[in-house]
């Protein structure tokens, strides 16, 4: 009787012992995430706000200095003559990534690529050793290469798998993060 009140005794000890443990290498080890975004028309901003309920990760919304017109023909038509000529425009201000290990990158598409806004503060952005995961909401076309330039604009990080949601579709953000190990 002493013998199994002592191996009871035990055993319960080295089980609160591992449960600790394991709590604390949970809690250290837990990756912290920003969501940067642009949005023009705020389907992107959605999106957005979803992956960040989901995930528990900030938000950090791009914004010009000069911004595009809400319209869609008139953003259409500033958009295509920033890109004929190689503008990029000014940005109020980027995200500080120091502290973050996974960096959600969203954007519109935008004649087949990112918006301007997001090229823009990629090509400055140090993503070095970071996890990058892409996403993208469109009208009919141009995903993959939307989520393929934030790829390459991304030197240095591992990219994860990303998504992208059309028109009046709602994309399984659940199961897309559950599958990428997100969530
Ligand atoms: C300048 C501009 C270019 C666009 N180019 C495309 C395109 O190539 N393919 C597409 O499917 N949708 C295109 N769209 C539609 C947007 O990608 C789509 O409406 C997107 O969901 C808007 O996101 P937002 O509300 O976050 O700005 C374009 C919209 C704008 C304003």
Known sequence: MKK?????????ATACVFA????????ISAPKKIIV????????????????SETDADLFRLECKVPYSNGMSEA??????????????????VPDLSSYDVV??????WYSGTANP??????????????????CTYWS??????L???????????ILEGIGQAHSQSADVSGWLKKIGMK
């Open 4 to 12: 199994f009140f002592l191996f009871m005794c035990s055993f319960f």
């Open 20 to 27: 600790q443990g394991s709590t604390y290498f949970k809690n």
């Open 37 to 52: 975004y642009y949005s023009l028309t705020e389907t992107t901003a959605r999106l957005a706000e979803k992956i960040a």
């Open 76 to 93: 259409g038509s500033q958009s295509k003559s920033d890109k004929e000529n190689g503008v990029h425009r000014e940005l109020l201000a």
């Open 104 to 109: 959600f990158v969203g954007t519109p598409v």
């Open 118 to 135: 997001v090229e823009t503060w990629l090509l400055s952005a140090d993503l070095q050793g970071k996890k990058v995961v892409p996403f």
């Open 141 to 146: 076309t141009g995903k993959n290469e939307t």
């Open 148 to 158: 393929n330039e934030i790829a390459e604009l991304s030197g240095g990080a591992e």
